[in-house]
């Protein structure tokens, strides 16, 4: 279940984007525990808040095209990494993120 913005208590700005990674496997399909350094580094999470926009240089905002509860495909070595209260999140520009799981 996501986190929400308010228990994380961070607001995004401009075109920011948080994202809560959804927990990685630690075992494969075959039963075999897989150690943390030989884990591939999640690349799919939860959108839990979006900042209110880029703003353009006519002084306007550009709209975000994602909205909290969407599940994305990020990069994996974008972004910022932030852990809080046991749960790990992912502040990423929305421009950096790959697609939208439908």
């Known amino acids: 279940m996501p986190a ?3 228990k994380l208590k961070l607001k995004p700005l401009a075109d920011k984007v948080v994202i809560e990674i959804d927990p990685e496997a630690e075992q494969s ?13 999640p690349q799919r999470g939860t959108v839990i808040a ?5 703003t353009l240089d006519s002084g306007t905002r550009e709209a975000m095209t994602v909205k909290p509860g969407d599940k994305v495909l ?20 929305e ?3 790959l697609g939208v799981i439908e």
């Open 29 to 41: 399909s075959g039963g075999i525990f897989i150690p943390d350094t030989a884990r591939e580094k």
């Open 4 to 6: 929400t913005a308010t």
């Open 74 to 93: 990020f990069p994996k070595y974008g972004g910022t990494d932030l852990k809080h209260e046991g749960v790990e999140y992912k502040i990423v520009a």
């Open 50 to 54: 979006v900042g209110p926009g880029k």
């Open 95 to 97: 421009r950096d993120i």
